[in-house]
């Protein structure tokens, strides 16, 4: 696992494409001129974290996505990034669906879907699209596996049922949690209703939301998480609503299985480039509530 001191010394490229359990970048990928540059440095970062190859020919593939808003990337996953890996996916012959539910008070994420690219992207992977609301089977999760939570806990059937789960998150800030990065993504398969239940996510919480943040990656563990840093919303987040944001053009894409060295490393990433006023800014990486709190509960 790449230390706290490797990870920044290695920032040091404008072009970083960073693989979680490696100890190493290994070879540079040879260009592509048929793709963009951000499309490569997502397939790099990949590539480097081990591949796809887990993934085989008839594998029900879930590709988690981020769009808690309409609003573009980075406040949402990017659509190249979800047609980068979804078609990926399908060409190996998987069944891959892209999904998720945003914010529990917005009720139109298949508009939001629309707006920030996500269903054109996975429409032209040739990928199914689903949103997470009450026309889906849901499975109920024992209130014993999510001790912070008030139950009823539901999160979508087919997060439960995929043979892989993929976690497609972007790097950006948000005011109360100090960051939404891979951990705190999943967020969005927990339905909404449970959601915005009082004591669950109504009023986040922030002595809470670290633990349920936990709780839910005890229930679904992401084969593969990918925290997409080409572009960072580094001031202002989650939403365009929320404050006056600000942007940095980072070109740095984390890839790997560890969900908490991914997750610190985009966190002391965002440090160096966020304004001093940020939350992401009130402890170090390994100190961080979402870090402590995911150690604490066995994730990895």
Aim: with cysteine; aromatic share 4%.
């Amino acid at each position: 696992m790449l230390t706290r001191r490797h990870v920044l010394g290695l920032f040091g490229s404008a072009a970083a494409a960073i693989a979680c359990r490696r100890t190493a970048l290994g070879e540079a990928t040879p260009r592509d001129a048929s793709r963009t540059d951000h499309e490569q440095q997502v397939l790099a970062a990949i590539e480097r974290a081990g591949g796809l190859g887990f993934v085989k020919r008839g594998d029900r593939v879930l590709l988690k996505v981020n769009t808690n808003s309409g609003d573009p990337f980075p406040y949402s996953t990017s659509p190249i990034t979800v047609r980068a890996v979804a078609s990926a996916l399908v060409a190996s012959g998987a069944h891959v669906t892209v999904g998720d539910r945003s914010f529990w008070g917005d009720d139109d994420t298949a508009g939001n879907l629309e707006a920030n690219g996500i269903a054109a992207a996975t429409r032209a992977a040739g990928a199914d699209l689903v949103v997470f609301d009450d026309k889906i089977d849901w499975a109920e999760i024992d209130p014993k596996q999510v001790p912070h939570w008030r139950p009823p806990f539901r999160v979508p059937r087919i997060a439960v049922d995929a043979d892989h789960v993929i976690n497609l998150a972007c790097m950006k800030t948000h005011f109360i949690t100090g960051a939404t990065l891979g951990l705190k993504n999943l967020l969005g398969l927990v339905r909404a209703e449970d959601r915005a239940r009082p004591g669950n996510l109504r009023t986040h919480e922030a002595g809470r939301i670290h633990h349920q943040i936990t709780d839910v990656n005890r229930v679904i563990a992401p084969r593969l998480t990918v925290i997409d840093g080409y572009r960072a919303l580094i001031a202002g987040g989650p939403t365009h609503r929320d404050g006056a944001p600000q942007f940095a053009d980072l070109r740095a894409v984390l890839a790997g299985s560890d969900r908490v060295a991914l997750d610190a490393s985009a966190i002391a990433l965002l440090q160096r480039h966020a304004p001093a006023s940020e939350a992401i800014h009130d402890t170090t990486p390994d100190e961080h509530p979402t870090i402590a709190a995911a150690r604490a509960g066995g994730i990895a």
